[in-house]
């Protein structure tokens, strides 16, 4: 199983990278539109501030840990103990898979959690004139949860990746399900900036070129060899 893990994991390191490359060209003229996203870039440059001054590090160590825990409970798994200290913790499960060693490197509990108190409290109060508060709230924790992420993921090879089937093939997953994740937000955040069908139709575009540029290499690297070989 790892061994096809590893296979996927390559095969899906050139669609991951145009995905990338797709997400920043959609989402970068969106967010440029500064009179209508400006509460969420404030939120993302305070998060960056933050990350900066190296604090935050417990607050992301218990976000982690509880998506662990959250996506065993989705999952049906029994969650034994969660310990959460300053630098690191852990969770004590009945088992594991993918999505639960993964889970805390693509999902954003802090934004969820933002959204889930902004949502909720429009069934029963109007929450309009607090929705900049919460646009900054949600930037920070963006920002907040890719720049921890990063570090973690640049850093030496997690046991969580190591358990989903190794890095090889959770790295290019994580960046797919990131670039989505962030297509997502913003879709909701701001309905009118992104055309979600727009930003498919790029994203697999630029994963067609992609392969399609790949296999031409190949190719010529294969008609190259035989000359060689002929001569």
């Excluded at 994963?207 to 294969?222: D, S």
Aim: charged share 10%; proline share 5%.
């Amino acid at each position: 199983m790892r061994t096809v893990k590893t296979l996927a994991g390559i095969a899906l390191a050139p669609a991951a990278l145009a995905a990338a490359w797709a997400t920043a060209a959609a989402l970068g003229p969106a967010l440029a539109k500064f009179d209508v996203t400006f509460p969420l870039l404030g939120g993302a440059l305070a998060g960056l501030l933050l990350h900066m001054t190296g604090r935050g590090r417990r607050p992301y160590v218990a976000a982690h840990e509880l998506t662990h825990a959250l996506a065993a409970v989705f999952s049906g798994v029994r969650v034994r103990k969660i310990s959460v200290k300053r630098q690191s913790g852990y969770v004590l499960l009945d088992s594991t898979n993918a999505f639960i060693s993964l889970a805390p490197y693509f999902i954003p509990f802090y934004t969820l959690a933002a959204a889930a108190a902004y949502w909720g409290a429009a069934f029963f109060w109007n929450v309009a004139p607090f929705r900049p508060w919460f646009l900054a709230a949600a930037g920070f924790t963006l920002a907040f949860h890719l720049l921890h992420t990063a570090d973690v993921l640049s850093g030496p090879v997690q046991s969580d990746l190591k358990k989903a089937g190794g890095p090889v093939f959770s790295l290019p997953l994580l960046l797919l399900l990131n670039c989505l994740g962030l297509a997502v937000a913003l879709k909701l955040l701001f309905p009118e900036l992104l055309s979600f069908r727009a930003y498919t139709g790029r994203v697999l575009a630029a994963q067609g070129a992609a392969y399609k540029a790949l296999a031409e290499a190949g190719r010529y690297a294969f008609n190259t060899a035989k000359i060689y070989i002929r001569s």
